[in-house]
T-cell receptor, first 115, second 116 residues
Framework: GAGVSQTPSNKVTEKGKYVELRCDPI?????LYWYRQSLGQGPEFLIY????????DSGLPNDRFFAVRPEGSVSTLKIQRTERGDSAVYLC?????????????FGPGTRLTVT | AQKVTQAQTEISVVEKEDVTLDCVYE???????LFWYKQPPSGELVFLIR??????QNEISGRYSWNFQKSTSSFNFTITASQVVDSAVYFC?????????????FGKGTLLTVNP
């Protein structure tokens, strides 16, 4: 079946602009995670959804970052007033449920470049 | 706080050599899970293994094997008879429960290059 998909694959934007990154999880997966991977680093947790609600947003770096999952499926990560330090690969993962027994399946990521 | 340390930034071997990737973790949780992921040049993270904190048995899957030692907080990964296709960045990760959230804490990764 289809895996996790993310669009766009690449996004170049100017400093100060607003961007939206989309994640389509595997059908039927209730848990969805966003991670950010900077060059040469491991992915860092941003936010976790169980269904429609953000169960843990403790990884969001500041209030310029926001994510939604209105129908419990597709999620959008929104970044306002982008800064050059936001440049990274943004990864989305989904799992059947939120427990650790359920493997997280990762998407290919969106590479965001802020110029 | 949880922490994963992969001290080896880069490893280069010649095909057919065995190679071990080290992973040391820190956690205060009594129940936790350890993972290894592979990230090939294409960029997509591929799940390799999950191990819970109560199961210290070593595991072997083909050319891959994992050595979990709670006493040293280590979860090392060995590739036997390495192949060029094994070239990738390998991440060790730790998951502990915070409410219903089993978010992963990753190490910085080890870049493995297998030369023909």
């Amino acid at each position: 079946g289809a895996g996790v998909s993310q669009t766009p694959s690449n996004k170049v934007t100017e400093k100060g602009k607003y961007v939206e990154l989309r994640c389509d999880p595997i059908s039927g997966h209730t848990a969805l995670y966003w991670y950010r991977q900077s060059l040469g680093q491991g992915p860092e947790f941003l936010i976790y959804f169980q269904g429609t609600g953000a169960a843990d947003d403790s990884g969001l770096p500041n209030d310029r970052f926001f994510a939604v999952r209105p129908e419990g499926s597709v999620s959008t990560l929104k970044i306002q007033r982008t800064e050059r330090g936001d440049s990274a690969v943004y990864l989305c993962a989904s799992s059947l449920n939120g427990g650790a027994l359920y493997e997280q399946y990762f998407g290919p990521g969106t590479r965001l470049t802020v110029t | 706080a949880q922490k994963v340390t992969q001290a080896q930034t880069e490893i280069s071997v010649v095909e057919k050599e065995d190679v071990t990737l080290d992973c040391v973790y820190e956690t205060r949780d009594t129940t936790y899970y350890l993972f290894w992921y592979k990230q090939p040049p294409s960029g997509e993270l591929v799940f390799l293994i999950r191990r819970n904190s109560f199961d210290e048995q070593n595991e072997i899957s083909g050319r891959y094997s994992w050595n979990f030692q709670k006493s040293t907080s280590s979860f090392n990964f060995t590739i036997t008879a390495s192949q060029v296709v094994d070239s990738a960045v390998y991440f060790c990760a730790l998951s502990g429960k915070r409410g219903s959230n089993y978010k992963l804490t990753f190490g910085k990764g080890t870049l493995l290059t297998v030369n023909p």
